[in-house]
């Protein structure tokens, strides 16, 4: 791996060698994803170099502190979707993968066709998936890709105002379970640093707070809990509610601090449409749970949505799946 200096001599060579530099954060962008985002647009400012932060996802699709970033800064940092972005593409753009390594995780279809413009930032482990190329910057020892953002930025003296270093700070304490976890001396000087530049925790963790009216849905949502067999907690939103994605995912999350193996939380997401989140811990595989109704994920997260269907009839469907015929009818309230 690259040490600081070098990837900033190595990423500077490669921008400026670019026509424009397009960011590319992973789906979902959470904070450490836009943080580093906009660490790196500054980057290219730097160099006067035109840049692009590319974000792809449904508003709602993010988390809403996350929304309120991408909303204060879009005016010196804007971000394009895909459908944007492909026209104004060339052939001489660079692409910077930060928070991700893998083409799976991006909004941008392939991207490893072009090795050769393509730089990865990251603090995630390597496998099989990874990309390939010309510049990699992959330190696991790192908290986030924020804190090399960040020091990247020192190391290039580029003066960071106290927004961004706000960012940057959110970006640290997601990834560090606000600095209880991943924790090391260097993140520490980061995290130093970006005080100097004007971050503190308040502002920073006050992008953690929750929206008021948003928690109550999610509440309300897991006020439907009920649970099934001992094993399984179904919720089921209102009929004429609409919930985001990310409200029925918190409210599956929420119910596996309790003695369940698996929750799923159905509800409508509007456009006609009902999305079911579901979580687990270990015993069950919610991902292929979500399979047999058209959706998908992994042992422990999987989501699905249907069309044209109540929120009553997403239920049965899922009962059908979890409960075969001959095990049925053993809720338990
Ligand atoms: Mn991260």
């Known amino acids: 791996m690259l040490d600081i200096k070098n990837l900033r001599v190595n990423l500077e060579a490669k921008m400026l060698e670019s026509d424009k530099v397009i960011i590319v954060p992973h ?41 309120n970033i991408i909303a204060e800064a879009k005016d010196i940092y804007p971000t394009i979707n895909v459908e944007t972005y492909r026209k104004i593409e060339g052939p001489n753009d660079l692409f910077v993968l930060t928070d991700v390594n893998k083409q799976g ?13 393509l730089v990865i930032i990251d603090h995630h482990n390597k496998d099989d998936e990874t990309l390939d190329a010309v510049l990699e910057h992959i330190d696991t020892s790192a908290s986030s890709a924020s804190e090399i953002i960040a020091n990247l930025l020192f190391n290039a003296k580029i003066k960071i105002n106290p927004e961004v270093a ?14 209880s976890k991943n924790v090391t001396s ?7 640093k970006l005080f100097e530049s004007g971050a503190n925790m308040t502002t920073a963790s006050n992008y953690f707070t929750e929206d008021f009216n948003s928690d109550r849905r999610v509440q309300e ?35 596996l601090r309790y003695r369940i193996d698996a929750s799923y939380a159905i509800g409508s997401i509007g456009n ?58 053993q809720e338990t309230n």
Not at 186 to 192: A, D, H, N, P, R
Not at 235 to 245: D, K, Q, V
């Open 221 to 255: 949502l897991v006020n439907t809990t009920r649970f099934l067999n001992y094993t399984v907690a179904i919720i089921m939103g209102e009929e004429n509610t609409e919930y985001t994605r990310e409200e029925l995912a918190k409210a599956a999350d929420y119910l």
């Open 105 to 117: 995780l991006i909004h941008l279809d392939g991207i490893s066709k072009d090795k050769k413009r």
């Open 27 to 67: 789906r979902r962008a959470d904070f450490d994803a836009i943080a580093s985002s906009i660490g790196i647009a500054m980057f290219a400012d730097k160099l006067k170099k035109e840049s692009h932060i590319l974000i792809n996802d449904q508003i709602y699709d993010m988390d809403h502190g996350v929304q």
């Open 186 to 192: 260097e993140t520490m000087k980061i995290v130093s």
């Open 272 to 329: 006609d449409t009902v999305s079911i989140s579901a979580r687990s811990k270990d015993i069950i595989d919610v991902g292929s749970v979500m399979q047999e109704l058209d959706g998908g994920g992994s042992l422990h997260s999987g989501a699905t949505k249907l069309e044209g269907i109540t929120v009553e009839e997403a239920g049965k469907r899922l009962m059908k799946v979890i409960f075969p015929p001959h095990i049925r009818n």
């Open 166 to 179: 706000n960012y940057l700070l959110a970006g640290i304490l997601l990834d560090t379970n606000k600095l």
